[in-house]
């Protein structure tokens, strides 16, 4: 009720009972009846519908792509995403509606994005709380742990099995079905099997996607050893290669810093992708579908070097190798290094990544000065991004970070922002800000996050919430490492804790807006002034 299409739809049958409406017609009404809890009237509606048109096989396999596209829109939910996996089951999977490569990939895409926005929720509980998010209760128990592991689950689940029926039926994945397939936090083993189909048995040619779902599988897996030999034996075989290839590898590294692998060797040589490129490199003609040219070539030799220099470095070292490389090709003419992804030159997301581990290693600020350094000589720009990495770098360091920040940091900001329009002026000087506040929180010095909070005010810029939030997520870090420390840890960070608890509070006043819809302000007290003009 409310909705025209139904009003519509509800008129129309009205008048005529015994009409059968087409494919076109059942496209537009299916939300409005989802919508309206009329499930039971769709799906016989599509019943119908698939009795009558089943023996125009592409006709029908056309309309279902079609319900897939409708049912997994933005405008959509995921409620109807589900909705769409039930006709899947019902009509695709038992043969009753041909397959297509489009059934699969339209699905696959849709659980793709469902898992990767609950991802996105999941990521911001744990790092913010469930306070990030503006809801009452009832409403917040939709974002909490165990929910979005269980989406994030099921999503995969689902994605593995259309995967798996698409090779069942001898339907050729495309190379957003094989990255998306690699999104599935899977082992090593399951990653390297699906790349050497993808691209031995149905030729899906290297592109940088797929170097990127694959690298970046490998990273989550904790195989650095096979990420890196993957990078080195196929990255030249990519048409038009960039300074974003690399940077994958640089971000998947940076990663694996900050883990309890940071120290740990790569063997390349004998790693999971090593041995399966050379397995397929043989010239076996049994092993390759005859789709695939057998003079393809299957490894490349342009970055033996690289991979040699990469044998037996710790994912530390290697990112500080592959950085210095992508550096000094900044100095070096074409004719030095061969192929094009040998002369790919670092850029300032290079810089960005290698900041980030320069924090975790726990950086001097010599070393931090003399990086600082060597972007500004490369003549890289020093934006937002790149100024909230560098003042993050130094940790816990705040009076490195501070003085970083008035000698050289806000004067090249203010320089950047001098060439761009005001609002993005503005927005480039806050993320600079926001690395400031996260500092503040791994030092517990929520009394300078309160006059830095003062400091944006007085420059015309809103300290909110964005600010509090880099606060705590420095916070955070600060309390894991205390928590590590032992006895000794806890009671400074108890010590800590009395200390900023009132200068936290007065930051949280500071950086909140307040907004009647905003229910997580619901129970807060309030006063009312009432200002009167003098007589």
Not at 132 to 160: K, P, T, V, W
Not at 194 to 213: C, D, K, N, R, Y
Not at 285 to 307: A, F, H, Q, T, W
Not at 368 to 396: E, H, Q
Request: glycine share 4%; hydrophobic share 40%.
């Amino acid at each position: 009720k409310g909705n025209p299409t139904l009003e519509n739809w509800d008129a129309l049958k009205a008048s005529n009972p015994n009409i059968q409406p087409d494919r076109y017609a059942i496209d537009l009404a299916m939300l409005p009846l989802l919508q309206a809890g009329r499930t039971d009237e769709l799906l016989s509606l599509i019943r119908t519908y698939v009795a009558e048109n089943g023996h125009k096989v592409d006709e029908a396999s056309n309309a279902f792509e079609v319900f897939f596209i409708t049912l997994s829109s933005d405008r959509a939910g995921t409620t109807w995403t589900d909705f769409a996996w039930s006709l899947f089951d019902s009509f695709i999977e038992p043969g009753i509606i041909k397959a297509t490569d489009r059934h699969f990939n339209v699905l696959i895409r849709a659980y793709a994005k469902q898992r990767n926005e609950a991802m996105f929720f999941l990521e911001q509980n744990r790092l913010y709380g469930e306070e990030f998010f503006n809801s009452d209760e009832e409403q917040r128990d939709l974002y909490s742990e165990q929910r979005l592991e269980g989406i994030i689950a099921l999503a995969e689940y689902r994605m593995r099995k259309l995967f798996s029926q698409m090779l069942q039926r001898c339907i050729v994945p495309s190379d957003y079905t094989l990255t998306a397939q690699l999104d599935c936090h899977l082992s090593s083993s399951e990653i390297t099997t699906i790349w050497a189909q993808g691209l031995f048995e149905f030729a899906i040619p290297v592109q940088s996607v797929t170097m990127s779902g694959v690298v970046t599988a490998y990273g989550y897996a904790h195989d650095l050893s096979s990420a890196c030999s993957f990078f080195c034996n196929y990255a030249p075989l990519i048409h038009n290669p960039d300074v974003a290839d690399w940077n994958v590898v640089l971000s998947v590294l940076a990663k694996e810093c900050t883990t309890e692998h940071a120290k740990v060797p790569m063997n390349l040589n004998s790693s999971l992708a090593n041995t399966a490129a050379h397995w397929y490199a043989q010239p076996n003609k049994e092993l390759i579908r005859s789709g695939v040219p057998l003079n393809m070539p299957y490894i490349s030799n342009d970055l033996d070097e690289v991979r040699s220099n990469l044998e037996g470095k710790t994912p530390v070292e290697a990112i500080h190798y592959l950085f210095d490389y992508l550096v000094a090709n900044h100095n070096m003419t074409d004719e030095r290094r061969g192929s094009k992804i040998t002369q790919i030159k670092a850029n300032s997301q290079s810089f960005c990544i290698l900041a980030t581990v320069m924090h975790h290693t726990n950086s001097t600020v010599g070393e931090i000065s003399a990086f600082s350094k060597s972007a500004k000589d490369l003549n890289l720009p020093f934006d937002g991004r790149f100024v909230n990495a560098l003042v993050r770098s130094y940790g816990s360091n705040i009076d490195g970070a501070f003085d970083a920040w008035k000698n050289e940091l806000r004067p090249a900001l203010l320089a950047f922002g001098s060439n761009i329009k005001p609002a993005q002026k503005s927005r480039h000087l806050q993320m600079g800000y926001y690395g400031l506040a996260s500092v503040c929180g791994r030092a517990a010095r929520a009394d300078l996050a309160l006059r830095l909070a003062y400091a944006m005010e007085a420059e015309g810029l809103k300290a909110r919430e964005t600010f509090l939030r880099s606060y705590h997520a420095g916070k955070k870090e600060y309390e894991e490492k205390k928590k590590a420390a032992g006895p000794l840890g806890k009671i400074l960070m108890t010590s800590a804790r009395a200390t900023a608890g009132s200068y936290e509070n007065l930051l949280s006043i500071e950086c909140s807006q307040y907004d009647v819809s905003d229910k997580r302000r619901a129970k807060d007290k309030r006063i009312r002034i009432i200002l009167k003009k003098n007589q």
